[in-house]
């Protein structure tokens, strides 16, 4: 069975950090893109960053670019969200997910597997 267990969220003051990250199981991570998605609290889930299977695209969020690194380790089968200098903004059950195609795609219904999520709270 394939699945996701992602792990590395708490609660953090802002300007804080934390790594999340998403273990496979069941698969290896070699042939998917790999992206990460915020769901804060009435708000519908946003696509934070996305990383295609060879690691040579990837893509940020506006509000991302600058504090936010993903990255993989496909030996580990194993994807990260570096996250720094948190705000209180960044608050929100964080979401692993894998595309099959390899590739980043456009449309969050485009990824094929998700990972039950990891609760992030900024605050002081």
């Known amino acids: 069975q394939l699945q996701f267990v992602e792990s590395g969220g708490g609660l953090v003051q802002p300007g804080g950090s934390l790594r999340l990250s998403c273990a496979a199981s069941?698969?290896?991570?070699?042939?998917?893109?790999i992206g990460w998605f915020r769901q804060a609290p009435g708000k519908k889930r946003e696509e934070i960053s996305c990383?295609?299977?060879?690691?040579?695209?990837?893509n940020y969020v506006d509000s991302a670019k600058g504090r936010f690194t993903i990255s993989r380790d496909n030996a580990k089968s194993t994807a990260y969200l570096q996250m720094n200098s948190l705000k209180p903004e960044d608050t929100g059950v964080y979401y692993c997910?894998?595309?099959?195609?390899?590739?980043?795609?456009?449309?969050?219904?485009?990824?094929?597997?998700w990972g039950q999520g990891t609760q992030v709270t900024v605050s002081s």
């Open positions: 069941g698969f290896t991570l070699d042939d998917y893109a």
């Open positions: 990383i295609s299977k060879s690691g040579g695209t990837i």
């Open positions: 997910a894998a595309d099959q195609a390899g590739s980043c795609p456009e449309y969050v219904a485009f990824y094929d597997y």
